[in-house]
Nanobody, 121 residues
Framework: QVQLVESGGGLVQAGGSLRLSCVASGSIFRVNVMGWYRQAPGKQRELVAIITRGGSTNYADSMMGRFTISRNNAENAVYLQMNSLKPEDTAVYYC???????????????WGQGTQVTVSS
């Protein structure tokens, strides 16, 4: 089994910053694409950013220039640096990872439990 553990969420004022972390653990042979998604109350879950093992990134338009996704392959970790936060960024943020399992000998996608980000103004 594979689990993703997130940290770094919290309450911040508009214009402030937060850094989210997510670490994958368990029966892992290789972690492939990793990403961050978010879901506000009453809204669909949406892509924030994704990153490949080689460091190629893709951002939603509203996040470009404010958010930065990065990863540490040795630690099976992905990070999201969030700057210039706006009240509209308030949501539960979820970590996602495409993983080849050393136990099951197959590939699957896994999700973290989610971490709350609240931006006040």
């Amino acid at each position: 089994q594979v689990q993703l553990v997130e940290s770094g969420g919290g309450l911040v004022q508009a214009g402030g910053s937060l850094r989210l972390s997510c670490v994958a653990s368990g029966s892992i042979f290789r972690v492939n694409v990793m990403g961050w998604y978010r879901q506000a109350p009453g809204k669909q879950r949406e892509l924030v950013a994704i990153i490949t093992r080689g460091g190629s990134t893709n951002y939603a338009d509203s996040m470009m220039g404010r958010f930065t996704i990065s990863r540490n392959n040795a630690e099976n970790a992905v990070y999201l640096q969030m700057n210039s936060l706006k009240p509209e960024d308030t949501a539960v943020y979820y970590c996602n990872a495409d993983v080849f399992s050393s136990m099951n000998l197959d590939r699957d996608e896994y999700w973290g439990q989610g971490t709350q980000v609240t931006v006040s103004s």
